[in-house]
């Protein structure tokens, strides 16, 4: 009787370890498929970059045809820039008063505006742009700080692109002493195909003692 208990609990062992056993066949099978699905993809994949150099290629000769004319052209890193382009904003951690002259109260204001993609990723777009600074807290004509007005090629100079700083900065002497310690600063920038983007943050400032001495205008920060 002992016998027979033990080979029945062995058959069920046995047993047990064939249905636990993985089948490999379907296993190996299912491997396949998707060795042949990655392969596709990748053939499509290469088919996508093809395509995409062979259009860079006619894109960049028609550049050069059209420059042949005397026809100005944008550059292709400028082109994709322009395409990526969704919005402008102005970085308020980089922006702020300077006091540049150790006397009470700021002289300059430091600005850097960023032209960003889909991601909010800043992008290198140049464009004609305009600087509105105002003091919303004082009257008439007391309320304006300064217009500032660049080219498409000043604004390129401007641009910066590091560890602390990416996008094009500014140093903007008052054209009016402000009285507040508040401002308003608008920027609009209008790009080449006709797109205006426009950005308008408050910033904090120190404001000056008011001898109506103002400092000289150097418009970039290098």
């Known amino acids: 009787m002992r016998r027979i208990c033990r080979s029945g609990v062995l058959l069920c062992g046995l047993a047990a370890g064939c249905a636990l056993r993985p089948d490999t066949a379907a296993?190996?099978?299912e491997l396949r498929v998707h060795e042949d699905r990655i392969l596709t993809l990748e053939q499509r994949l290469q088919q996508a970059q093809d395509e995409l150099a062979a259009a860079r290629r006619e894109s960049d000769h028609l550049r050069e045809q059209v420059r042949s004319t005397g026809e100005q052209v944008l550059a292709s890193e400028q082109a994709d820039s322009l395409f990526r382009a969704e919005g402008l904003r102005i970085n308020t951690l980089l922006t702020g008063g300077l006091d540049e002259d150790g006397r009470p109260g700021?002289?300059?204001?430091?600005?850097?505006?960023?032209?960003?993609?889909?991601?909010r990723q800043?992008?290198?777009l140049p464009g004609e742009l305009t600087i509105d600074v105002t003091d919303p807290a004082a009257a008439g004509e007391d309320a304006v700080v300064g217009r500032w007005t660049y080219s498409a090629e000043e604004v390129?100079?401007?641009w910066h692109s590091g560890l602390l700083i990416t996008g094009f900065k500014f140093r903007l002497p008052w054209q009016s002493?402000?009285?507040?310690e508040t401002l308003v600063v608008h920027t609009r920038l209008a790009t080449s195909d006709g797109r205006v983007f426009d950005a308008t943050e408050?910033?904090?400032?120190e404001a000056p003692a008011g001898d109506g001495t103002l400092a000289a205008s150097k418009p970039f920060e290098r």
Request: without cysteine.
């Open 177 to 180: 002493t402000p009285i507040h």
């Open 156 to 158: 390129r100079k401007a």
């Open 106 to 119: 700021d002289e300059v204001l430091s600005l850097v505006v960023e032209p960003f993609d889909a991601d």
């Open 202 to 205: 408050t910033v904090k400032i």
């Open 27 to 29: 296993i190996e099978n």
């Open 122 to 124: 800043p992008i290198k």
